[in-house]
């Protein structure tokens, strides 16, 4: 079947490539990694999951700092095949129109570019009956992953039949994408200079697991990080308790999909999963080998990241999510 769309997003959402390959009017845009340090700088290419391995001994060899980089937005001079803007100009020409779904403008330039971009575009094809749309996700990793298959979800019940309706669906519900994860080591956290460092030695040498989230601030600006200082538990089957508890209270859908990712630690995977499914029996469960955290989220929380996303039945606020957490902890506690 032929389709007068294709929908691009950044490689940092971390659609597995089997989804992919089922999926070819998804588009991915790589998100390059670049290792600095000393005398190196360095820029790699199309990293998976398991290519972060080998950047992982470099990082923790010393001196070294691995750091996503923007993809290749512009192209002054009409020689790159892979560059956004080669890509939907190409797709344009061809008759489709285009819908980018960017990762987290407040953790990236690139939604900023795009919206440059785009708006040139536009006018140059203004006429053509054809038309390029961004916008911003508000999620990044296996998040905004769940939200490319929710949209396109919604596109096989016949609930969004175009670009500018698939957009619209984007900015409704990027909200209520759960986005929850820790870390089972702290020094890539602590490097982002979201932990300090006395902070991450208690907590590695205590198996402390913090509590992370994806929450707003305020309407527009929703953040990845750690929710309250004072949200922590010890051990991963305990980290899962708290979120099974918090999935079963909000979950939008129990019979719905939960994904499950891992940077390189799949024991730690399976614990959680496991888990879940005590408090969310008939969940969708989306794990294994395929659900990774791919190189670029790998960048800023290390291979022991592990990330837990479903579809909420609200929009998170920070204050109100710390709180509940904190209500949440105390009773397991007791």
Avoid at 74 to 100: A, C, H, M, Q, W
Avoid at 204 to 217: D, F, Q, V
Wanted: net charge negative; with cysteine; proline share 3%.
């Amino acid at each position: 079947m032929e389709y007068e769309f294709q929908i691009l997003t950044d490689s940092v959402s971390d659609l597995p490539r089997s989804w992919l390959n089922d999926h070819p009017q998804v588009r991915i845009i790589d998100t390059p990694i670049n290792i600095s340090g000393g005398h190196q700088n360095e820029t790699y290419y199309h990293q998976t999951a398991d290519d972060f391995m080998a950047i992982d001994a470099r990082v923790k060899n010393g001196g070294i700092r691995a750091m996503t980089s923007q993809p290749q937005i512009f192209d002054p001079n009409g020689d790159s095949l892979t560059s956004v803007e080669t890509i939907t100009r190409r797709l344009l020409e061809s008759g489709k129109d285009v819908l980018y779904v960017v990762m987290n403008g407040s953790l990236s330039g690139t939604c900023g570019m795009v919206s440059m971009l785009y708006r040139d575009i536009n006018e140059e094809y203004q006429g053509s009956g054809h038309r390029a749309i961004y916008v911003d996700s508000h999620c990044m990793g296996t998040g905004l992953a769940l939200l490319i298959m929710e949209l396109w979800a919604a596109y096989e019940r016949g609930e969004v039949l175009n670009v500018g309706e698939m957009a619209d669906f984007v900015m409704k519900n990027r909200g209520y994408v759960g986005h929850f994860f820790t870390w089972g080591e702290l020094s890539y956290i602590r490097k982002s200079g979201r932990v300090d460092a006395v902070r991450a030695m208690a907590a590695n040498l205590l198996g402390i697991r913090l509590i992370g989230a994806a929450e707003y601030i305020d309407d527009e600006t929703r953040k990845l990080e750690h929710v309250n200082p004072h949200t922590f538990v010890r051990g991963i089957s305990r980290w899962a308790d708290i979120i099974g508890i918090y999935a079963q209270r909000h979950i939008a859908d129990p019979h719905g999909t939960i994904i499950v990712a891992h940077g390189n630690v799949p024991r730690d995977a399976d614990i959680v999963t496991c888990k879940l499914m005590d408090y969310l029996p008939q969940a969708n469960y989306l794990t294994g080998s395929d659900w990774r955290c791919g190189a670029g989220i790998q960048c800023h929380g290390g291979p022991t990241s592990l990330h837990v996303n479903f579809m909420t039945d609200r929009i998170g606020y920070k204050e109100s999510a710390t709180r509940e957490f904190i209500d949440i902890i105390r009773n397991y506690r007791k």
